[in-house]
């Protein structure tokens, strides 16, 4: 296992637990949705190959499909701001799907890099989420976790 590769299975394995053990329900959510994707990710790799970055690969946009979905439905009801950056990433990554299809020729690293990569920022608004509502517990008390409808 490549060190970068060993660096996002700690990073993602710390930021989930943390965001479990400390988070409210909002930032248990994003993790099961973050981890979701990182441990279906492997599972798909097993059974269909490894990843080729030539062509737009159907079960990575399924994957990123349901990801970008269910993170975005967290931060359109969530009172907190970091599932909208995490969204954001997300969709960066289903973004490059289309960027491939539309023009395939010589996308291949930045195919690689857009739908790979975009984990770490998931990653960091969910790490520092959950830090920021726990600086806000300890500085205002309980908050809604959720947004209320007018």
């Not at 608004?125 to 830090?131: F, I, K, S, V, W």
């Amino acid at each position: 296992m490549s060190p970068m590769l060993e660096f996002g299975w700690i990073l993602m394995f710390a930021s989930v637990a943390y965001a479990s053990w400390c988070g409210s329900i909002p930032e248990r959510q994003g993790a099961a949705i973050i981890a979701a994707w990182y441990l279906a990710d492997p599972s798909y790799h097993a059974i269909f190959g490894p990843p080729q970055f030539r062509f737009v690969d159907p079960g990575h946009v399924v994957m990123d499909t349901a990801e970008t979905l269910a993170l975005g439905y967290v931060a359109l009801r969530a009172n907190r701001m970091w599932p909208l950056w995490a969204a954001a990433a997300e969709l960066t990554a289903l973004s490059g799907h289309l960027a491939l299809a539309i023009n395939p020729v010589g996308l291949q690293r930045a195919y690689y890099a857009v739908t790979q990569l975009t984990i770490y920022p998931q990653l960091a608004a969910l790490l520092l989420g959950t830090l920021a509502h726990r600086r806000r517990l300890r500085r205002t008390g309980p908050y809604r976790d959720w947004r209320t409808t007018p």
